[in-house]
């Protein structure tokens, strides 16, 4: 078979090689389409993890915050790929703006269209946004449907989807962690850790920015507790780092980190005490290696998908302060607790 991955971001990459290993190592001629979403994500992943995929492009200018203009230019242009190309199977992934681009022009083209990590929902269009409706909008273009759980399978099937087209294949996050680990390596991210308590602090939602991130800013510098030591991971989007630099200026126990390889932050993931995160896929890395973590959101809701990924046995705890410092030392970060799951609610953000 011909097949066709598009991807254009870096949580893309991460869970996509595995698959992409798996359908070489059964002898399929693979094509990664590269969106280039987040520039310089893509090849990265192929050139450290994978051997046997021809690697193509698009050549379009880079366009920021318009949603609109990004699918735009990238839909004809892919829409003329495939057709021209002649797949047997285009691979879209998850919820990205790239994975809705790349399914509606495999679907214009009448190339069939498998979707891994088909079937999360938040309930509510509006948040996660703009991924909520990407994957729901998704789900109606696919062919077939790779669900990481039963509830995901549950939900596709409230939806109308025929359940002969629905394989439960569990979440290949866990697979690309596997082999990571593995391999071995990553020792320089070791590096970067403090005596005392070092706390990991992933946060870039579109949602979260701004008033509710400034809050986190805030609460970290004020926290009262010295032996507390944050690492904080800047983003590729400069808007992001922006919030954090101004928020966090002069605050000694923060230690500014630029994006690490895929092998040296499962590493350093597993290896410091807690997180503070807002990303889906590293709520489903610290699920998996078992890390104390608290859920940053400006809703009350878990957040984006997580909830489907949550061990039975959880702790969630709120503020009604919107202080996230409070619950983090003494009940979120502890060597020889087992992993619990907390959220925090920036409140002047509703």
């Known amino acids: 078979m011909n097949i066709c991955f598009i991807l254009g971001t870096r949580p893309e990459a991460i869970k996509l090689f595995p ?19 987040q520039r310089g994500a893509v090849p990265e992943y192929l050139c450290q993890f994978i051997r046997g995929a021809r690697y193509e492009c698009l050549s379009l200018p880079r366009i920021d915050g318009n949603l609109s203009s990004q699918f735009a230019s990238q839909i004809c242009e892919i829409e003329t790929y495939l057709k021209i190309s002649q797949f047997d199977l285009c691979v879209v992934h998850g919820d990205t703006n790239s994975t809705l681009i790349g399914a509606q022009a495999a679907f214009y083209s009448k ?11 938040s309930g509510s269009v509006a948040s996660p946004f703009p991924e909520e409706i990407n994957r729901q909008l998704v789900s109606k273009l696919a062919t077939f449907h790779a669900a990481p759980t039963d509830q995901c399978r549950t939900n596709l099937l409230a939806e109308g989807v025929v359940r002969e087209n629905i394989t439960v294949t569990g979440n290949t996050v866990i ?36 008033v509710a991130l400034s809050l986190l800013c805030s609460d970290m510098k004020s926290a009262p507790n010295s032996k507390v030591n944050y690492l904080v991971m800047l983003h590729p989007n400069p808007n992001v780092n922006s919030i954090y630099e101004v928020g966090l200026k002069s605050c000694g126990n923060v230690t ?15 290896s410091v005490d807690g997180v503070i995160t807002d990303s889906g896929g590293i709520q489903e890395e610290v699920t998996y290696l078992n890390k104390p973590t608290l859920i940053f959101g400006s809703s009350g809701k878990l957040v984006g998908y997580f909830h489907h990924f949550l061990p039975r046995k959880k702790k969630v705890a709120g503020s009604k302060n919107g202080h996230a410092h409070r619950s983090l030392p003494s009940r979120l970060i502890h060597r020889r607790s087992p ?7 920036a409140t002047a953000c509703g």
């Not at 190339?111 to 929902?121: Q, S």
């Not at 970067?192 to 706390?199: A, D, K, P, S």
């Not at 500014?256 to 597993?270: H, M, N, Q, S, T």
Request: charged share 30%; hydrophobic share 40%; aromatic share 6%.
């Open 111 to 121: 190339t069939p269209i498998l979707h891994v990590e088909a079937g999360l929902r």
């Open 175 to 210: 697979d690309a962690i596997t082999l990571i680990k593995a391999e071995g390596g990553g020792e320089q991210s070791r590096r970067l850790l403090r005596n005392g308590l070092n706390i990991l602090v992933a946060c870039h939602r579109r949602e979260n920015r701004d």
């Open 19 to 37: 698959v992409v290993k798996e359908f070489i190592k059964r002898d399929h001629k693979v094509i990664v389409l590269d969106t280039q979403q």
């Open 339 to 345: 992993a619990r799951l907390y959220r925090w609610r």
């Open 256 to 270: 500014f980190i630029e994006p690490l390889g895929y092998r040296d932050f499962v590493v350093l993931l597993d």
